[in-house]
């Protein structure tokens, strides 16, 4: 069974601060992918990354950046320098051998200016 | 990129009715659609797999009469909710499977917009 657990429920933090979403994943599957989403207050889900299994460099787009760590089971997620409009619930989602995306419960983001 | 489409983005309608929403992949073929549910401040929950030309495979606890599921071609599969009740309530969204699109033995998925619908 496949499972995502993102144990921050609601952050708070003041703009331009630094901020990192936690993400722990489960699963038996070897060949696996971690993703994270965005979903505003209007509801649709932006895709922001895709990570496989056999892929442990970290990525860097922009203001945000992940860290995948096989070892610890977790694929965290930064931001740097917080904007308003940051503001939104993310999601780290699991995908494995039958390709069902498992989510996380989500981490609601509050920037305040 | 590959986008997939939702019809109605809203719909309010009266309990005992029936709703159908549209999810229409527009630039790709999908012989797999997923539906999921999402409850306010909750996250995604997978309700049904839906397979161009066949029987949908629906998640335990999900109630397949009540959620009806047609992929009736590659690029549109819809979800009816019939005989709607003020629970049913809920944001709506599907993601369609690039068969066209394989990294490695991963076929892309790209998520809808979503549909929200309110039942009085």
């Known amino acids: 069974a496949q499972k995502v657990t993102q144990a921050q429920t609601e952050i708070s933090v003041v703009e331009k601060e630094d901020v990192t979403l936690d993400c722990v994943y489960e699963?038996?599957?070897?060949?696996?992918?971690l993703f994270w989403y965005k979903q505003p207050p209007s509801g649709e889900l932006v895709f922001l990354i895709r990570?496989?299994?056999?892929?442990?460099q970290n990525e860097i787009s922009g203001r945000y950046s992940w860290n995948f760590q096989k070892s610890t089971s977790s694929f965290n997620f930064t931001i740097t320098a917080s904007q308003v409009v940051d503001s939104a619930v993310y999601f780290c989602?699991?995908?494995?051998?039958?390709?069902?995306?498992?989510f996380g419960t989500g981490t609601k983001l509050q920037v305040i200016p | 990129g590959a986008v997939v489409s939702q019809h109605p983005s809203r719909v309010i309608c009266k309990s005992g009715t029936s709703v159908k929403i549209e999810c229409r992949s527009l630039?790709?073929?999908?012989?797999?659609m997923f539906w999921y549910r999402q409850f306010p401040k909750k996250s995604l929950m997978l309700m049904a797999t839906?397979?161009?030309?066949?029987?949908?495979?629906?998640e335990q606890g999900v109630e397949k009469d009540k959620f009806l599921i047609n992929h009736a071609s590659l690029t549109l599969s819809t979800l009816t909710v019939t005989s709607a009740h003020p629970e049913d309530s809920s944001f709506y969204i599907c993601?369609?499977?690039?068969?066209?699109?394989?990294?490695?033995?991963?076929?892309?998925?790209?998520f809808g917009p979503g549909t929200r619908l309110t039942v009085l």
């Open positions: 989602a699991l995908s494995g051998g039958y390709q069902k995306v498992t």
């Open positions: 630039d790709f073929q999908a012989t797999t």
């Open positions: 993601s369609a499977r690039d068969r066209g699109f394989t990294s490695g033995s991963y076929n892309e998925q790209f």
């Open positions: 839906s397979n161009e030309g066949s029987k949908a495979t629906y």
């Open positions: 699963t038996r599957d070897t060949t696996y992918y």
């Open positions: 990570r496989n299994s056999f892929d442990e």
